[in-house]
C-alpha cells in the first residue's frame, strides 16, 4: 500500500553462480499488443460480450434499500464527505463485530469477492489492517459505492458507474491518477494518500499535445533518432504539467540528466548481447525455498514495443 506495484510470474534462476529473476512477457501484455492491432481471440469477445450484457441489466434495487435500511436507517446521508466518514467506521471496526451477522458488510463484501473460506474465518482473529490492507482498502471502497447509492448520491440507474468506480482498486499503486470520468474526480481525492495526485484527462491530454507542438519544432535529425533519445526526460519549463509532475515525484530527475552519459552504439550492442545470454544461458534455481528480489544480482524483464506510434519513430530509424 506504499504506491508500489507487485509484479507476479518472476521466475528465480542462476547464471555463473550469481542469482536472478527472470521476468517473461505477460499474459496482459500479449493481449494488449494483439488488440493494438485488432486481433481479438473468440473467448476473448465472448467475454466482453456477455460482460457489457450483464452490465445492460444490471439492477441494484435490492442493494440501494438494503443498504439503506439496514446501514442507514432508512436516511440518507448529505454528501460525499459524510459516505466516506461512515464508510471509515466500519472498516475500523473489529472483523469479529461484523462477521457474526451474515448483513453486516465484511462477510456481504467477503460473498460478493470471493475470498477463500479460510481467509474470511481469519478475519475474526485479527484486525484486516494487519495482515490485509489492500483487501481493507477495497471493502472501503465497495462500502463507499453503496452507501452513496443508498444516499442517492450516486446514481443507482448508471449500472457502469460500479465499474467506472472499479478503477479504483489500481489506486494505490500509482502516483497520478487521471480520468475525465466525474465520477472519479468527486471520489478519487476521498481515497488517494497526500502523496498522490489526481489529474483530469482534459488537462494531460492538452499538455500532451503542447509537448507534441514543442517536440515537433525539432531538426528532423534529430527527432529521427527517436523519442528515447531526446525526449526521455520533458522540457525543463514548468510551464509543462508533465515537467510538474516529475518535479513533484522525481525531483532528481535534472540532476541525472546532467550527468547522463550518451550510451554508444558499441555499447548498446553489449547490452543486448548480455541480455540475451542472461535470458538464453540462465538456468532454473534449484533450491526449492528459492530467493528474494534483495538477495538477487540481476533482474531480466521482457517485453515488447513498438518501434513507432503516429508520427513519431520510438527508438530511432534503424534500431534493433
Not at 475474526?124 to 489492500?134: L, P
Not at 443507482?156 to 502516483?175: V, W
Request: aromatic share 12%.
Amino acid at each position: 500500500m506504499d504506491g508500489r506495484g507487485i509484479l507476479w510470474g518472476g521466475n528465480p534462476v542462476v547464471l555463473n553462480g550469481q542469482k536472478g529473476i527472470l521476468f517473461p512477457q505477460s499474459t496482459e501484455e500479449e493481449a494488449f499488443q494483439r488488440w493494438q492491432t485488432g486481433d481479438f481471440l473468440g473467448t476473448e469477445r465472448s467475454i466482453a460480450k456477455k460482460w457489457r450484457a450483464a452490465l445492460a441489466v444490471s439492477d441494484y434495487e435490492n442493494r440501494y434499500q438494503f443498504f439503506r435500511q439496514r446501514f442507514l436507517g432508512g436516511k440518507s446521508l448529505k454528501n460525499l464527505h459524510e459516505v466516506k466518514a461512515r464508510a471509515d467506521i466500519h472498516r475500523r471496526c473489529r472483523p469479529r463485530t461484523h462477521i457474526q451477522n451474515r448483513h453486516d458488510p465484511p462477510k456481504y463484501f467477503a460473498r460478493s469477492s470471493g475470498p477463500s473460506s479460510a481467509t474470511v474465518a481469519s478475519l475474526r482473529k485479527a484486525q484486516i489492517a494487519q495482515f490485509a490492507s489492500y483487501f481493507r482498502f477495497l471493502y472501503s471502497v465497495e462500502v463507499f459505492f453503496y452507501l452513496g447509492l443508498a444516499s442517492d448520491l450516486i446514481s443507482r440507474h448508471r449500472p457502469s458507474n460500479k465499474i467506472d468506480l472499479a478503477y479504483l482498486y489500481y489506486l494505490p499503486f500509482c502516483k497520478v491518477f487521471t480520468s475525465g470520468d466525474k465520477l472519479h474526480e468527486k471520489t478519487v481525492p476521498f481515497f488517494k494518500r497526500a502523496n498522490q495526485t489526481f489529474v483530469r484527462s482534459e488537462d494531460l491530454k492538452a499538455d500532451l499535445a503542447k509537448l507534441d507542438a514543442y517536440y515537433s519544432q525539432l531538426p528532423d535529425e534529430i527527432k529521427r533518432s527517436g523519442l528515447h533519445r531526446f525526449a526521455k526526460n520533458p522540457p525543463e519549463d514548468t510551464s509543462f504539467l508533465v515537467t510538474r509532475l516529475w518535479d513533484q515525484y522525481i525531483p532528481t530527475w535534472r540532476e541525472w540528466k546532467e550527468k547522463e552519459k550518451l550510451i554508444t552504439p558499441h555499447m548498446q550492442e553489449a547490452l543486448r548481447t548480455l541480455a540475451e545470454k542472461v535470458r538464453r544461458e540462465s538456468q532454473p534455481d534449484s533450491r526449492s525455498e528459492g530467493f528474494t528480489i534483495g538477495e538477487t544480482n540481476y533482474i531480466h524483464m521482457e517485453s515488447r514495443a513498438r518501434s513507432r506510434k503516429g508520427k513519431w519513430e520510438i527508438f530511432g530509424q534503424g534500431a534493433k
